[in-house]
């Protein structure tokens, strides 16, 4: 695991993402429920190390994840020179092997990540009445916890989804494919409308593709009831031609609603 890891690290740098701050989707958050609302994601995440280009056998591990989130509280607050209602909004992050408890996260822990998003920004649109597109979730002030350690205030003004709460990016293109159609999770039967996504950087050594596809809800809670993604990395030497990349290794998520109910409380505390 901390090999992949280091590699996917190296990656991630290599190919510019670790140097700037990038504008994640607000895929994630389509709409807010009633305050006090919570809903559970259960699926799978899967990471494979590709050893076949060299002969070997490829390696791959999977875990079980979670994620909760939850609307804990609303309170005015600044936002672009304005006072403007906000709601706070918690994710809580698990990874791990099954257990009698639901879920191992081994040393790690959880993470859970805490902010005061304003309201006027989740709007359920790709864009807003300007155009201008919803690309990213505003963040006026934030907390996290990450397993035992002490609670940190999180600097900067925009909450980064990716890859730590969920694994998909923000999409240049995001579009609808068929029309809206049943869909059967834990939650129960709904209705809803698949969305695909796809990424795509690359320099002088790597090469990464991410293809993702949402199901939108209006009958779950925050909107997203089930995404899967699917992410590829190649590598080749700095002078080598782009023909020379060969996969080094792949990561699968499968994620849907499993629960929600309405008696939300936070599970950090915060100045």
């Known amino acids: 695991m901390v090999r992949w890891l280091r590699l996917v690290i190296a990656l991630v740098v290599g190919l510019g993402f670790g140097n700037a701050p990038q504008a994640n989707a607000q895929g994630l958050i389509w709409k807010l429920p009633a305050d006090g609302t919570w809903i559970r994601y259960e699926g799978t995440y899967q990471q494979i190390e590709t050893r076949s280009n060299t002969g070997g056998l490829d390696l791959t591990i999977q875990w079980i994840q979670h994620l909760t989130i939850k609307s804990i509280g609303s309170q ?109 999770v834990g939650i129960g039967d709904i209705t809803a409308q698949k969305w695909k996504g796809k990424y795509e950087a690359e320099n002088s050594q790597g090469h990464t593709v991410q293809e993702a596809e949402l199901w939108r809800s209006d009958d779950v809670p925050f909107g997203l009831a089930q995404w899967s993604v699917k992410q ?16 080094v290794a792949q990561s699968l998520v499968e994620m849907k609603a499993l629960e929600t109910g309405t008696d939300a409380k936070s599970e950090i505390e915060t100045p």
């Open 232 to 247: 590829s990395m190649e590598r080749k030497g700095n002078n080598e031609p782009r023909s020379a990349f060969k996969q």
């Open 76 to 184: 005015e607050a600044e936002f672009e020179g304005k006072t403007v209602p906000c709601r706070w909004l918690e994710f809580k992050v698990q990874t791990g092997k099954k257990s009698e408890a639901g879920i191992n996260p081994g040393p790690v822990g959880a993470s859970i990540y805490k902010v005061l998003v304003p309201e006027n920004r989740v709007i359920g649109k790709l864009a807003d009445d300007e155009t201008i597109p919803v690309s990213f979730l505003p963040m006026v002030k934030g907390f996290r916890k990450e397993g035992d350690k002490p609670v940190e205030e999180m600097t900067g003004s925009v909450f980064q989804i990716y890859p730590k709460v969920a694994r998909f990016r923000h999409y240049k293109t995001l579009e609808k494919e068929g029309e809206p159609e049943p869909l059967n």
